[in-house]
């Protein structure tokens, strides 16, 4: 009986009903074991959706980018899944989801289906069910799904592995941002694109990112660099351009083959997390360690950090304490 | 499990008052209180904050209404979310909106309105409360 329900919410999601997409993500969100089921018997329909990520510092204007990059995908009669991110907080748990403020004229284009997550103690930028919505975007048909992240600062670069292309979002002023960034947000991109480019220090900022990728020294030729692109979201300049650039870009990449090893490589980095969380799960609640850690420091402990873990662990019988200096 | 889950919440200004400081002193304190607010914005037409509910499939939608036209605004969009089938999502909200009114708008299915004074604690364990209930018939369902 239940089973049918389940069937039927994927289906129509499939079909096209937006309050079923709606509650397949809640579903994935909350890590309800009917989704988990479902997910297993749709998975052959999902693959056709092209998958961009859109990250960058606090401030760079990305949400006022995806809302252009929307419309210009609308504009060529491509409909768009978007996911935008923002974080929660460690405190409270709470969370200001302010994302569509910016994409307000969206919201009753039927081709256009906007969903707001909270990073609920994520800190890759993304949320832990951030693969899952796309899915979910996926297989309710839309052709592309954007995946917004929080702000980030030098080492969120979850999103380079959740989607096709990574699109880095810079602006004047953010000098200093590309030297902190050099190690991780810098590797992520495949393409840059330097926006509020209507405000003094574009120049200059294209030429210090340029800089910056030289020393990254990656096959070292300017054409295997990735592209730089200027833009101003909030007037609408270059983002025509970068839309068909970045769609561009994933078209390349199927072409070549990379696109196919890259979904394969997130696929399997998902796995790992997947397994990841489901073990920590059977070692912490379902054999019970953290309740045992809860009797020792409750009892006074004596032992240091490294020598409550090895106990707890070589109680377990667990090969795992060996590992342990 | 369903019951830890954060309450999800839309917060929204309909109509064409533009004096939004209300709606986030109320996201900022729901938020605080460890909800998630999807703040969706000024001059926002029943048929949009409808929109944004369903897509965001949150528990409830608080609206501030200043303008004098809550007696349209709120049962137009407790109509289109039942229309939806959005049924079990709370509708609340606040503003300038006498008691008499406020009372006739609860009888046709919209929850409480909080007028000027209300303490941000009432408001917040009101949707608590109220979110819990509402979950607690939906699961037993």
């Known amino acids: ?325 | 499990m369903t019951h830890d889950e954060p309450i999800r919440v839309l917060v929204a200004k309909p109509g064409l008052d533009g004096h939004d400081r209300g709606a986030k002193v109320v996201a900022a304190a729901l938020r605080d209180a460890g909800m998630e607010v999807v703040y969706g914005g000024l001059h926002k037409t029943p048929e949009a904050i409808v929109a944004m509910a369903v897509q965001e499939d949150v528990d409830a939608v608080g609206l501030s209404v200043l303008s004098g036209a809550h007696m349209t605004l709120f049962p137009e969009v407790r109509r289109r979310l039942d229309e939806a089938g959005a049924n079990d999502v709370l509708l609340t909200g606040g503003g300038i909106i006498p008691v008499a009114d406020a009372e006739a708008l609860t009888e046709g299915g919209v929850g409480r309105l909080f007028g000027p004074g209300t303490s941000l604690d009432e408001l917040v364990n009101y949707i608590q409360v109220e979110v819990a209930r509402r979950r607690a018939v939906k699961t037993s369902a």
Not at chain 1, 106 to 132: C, H, K, N, Q
Request: proline letters at 3%.
């Open chain 1, 1 to 325: 009986m239940i089973l049918v329900g389940q069937t039927d919410l994927a289906t129509r999601t499939a079909d096209g009903d937006v309050s079923a997409c709606a509650r397949l993500m809640t579903w994935a969100e909350r890590g309800d074991a009917r989704y988990a089921e479902l997910a297993c018997g749709f998975a052959d329909r999902l693959g056709s959706a092209v998958r961009i990520g859109v990250t960058g510092p606090p401030g760079a204007g990305k949400s006022t980018l995806v809302d252009g990059l929307v419309r210009a995908w609308r504009g060529a009669d491509r409909s768009v899944g978007v996911v935008a991110v923002d974080p929660s907080s460690p405190f409270t748990g709470g969370a200001l989801l302010g994302d569509r403020v910016r994409m307000a004229d969206l919201t009753l284009d039927p081709g256009v289906f906007i969903r707001s997550m909270a990073t609920r103690g994520e800190f890759g930028g993304l949320a832990r069910a951030t693969d899952d919505v796309a899915d979910v975007l996926d297989l309710a048909g839309y052709d592309v799904v954007l995946l917004e992240t929080v702000g980030v600062g030098q080492s969120e670069v979850d999103v380079a592995r959740s989607c096709d292309v990574t699109l880095v979002v810079l602006h004047p002023g953010a000098g200093d941002t590309i030297q902190a960034m050099k190690a991780g947000l810098l590797e992520a991109a495949d393409l840059y694109v330097v926006n509020k480019d209507d405000l003094p220090g574009g120049d200059a900022l294209v030429a210090q990112l340029e800089e910056a990728l030289e020393l990254r020294g990656e096959g070292g030729s300017r054409a295997t660099r990735p592209p730089i692109l200027r833009a101003s979201a909030a007037g609408g300049e270059g983002v025509v351009e970068l839309a068909d650039q970045l769609l561009a870009t994933v078209e390349g990449s199927r072409a070549d083959g990379s696109l196919q090893r890259r979904r394969d490589q997130n696929l399997s980095r998902r796995v790992r997390r997947l397994v990841e969380g489901r073990l920590l799960q059977r070692a912490w609640v379902d054999q019970g360690l953290a309740e045992r850690l809860d009797l020792a420091m409750a009892d006074g402990v004596t032992l240091s950090a490294h020598a409550l873990a090895r106990t707890l662990l070589d109680d377990q019988g667990d090969d795992e304490a060996s590992l342990l200096p």
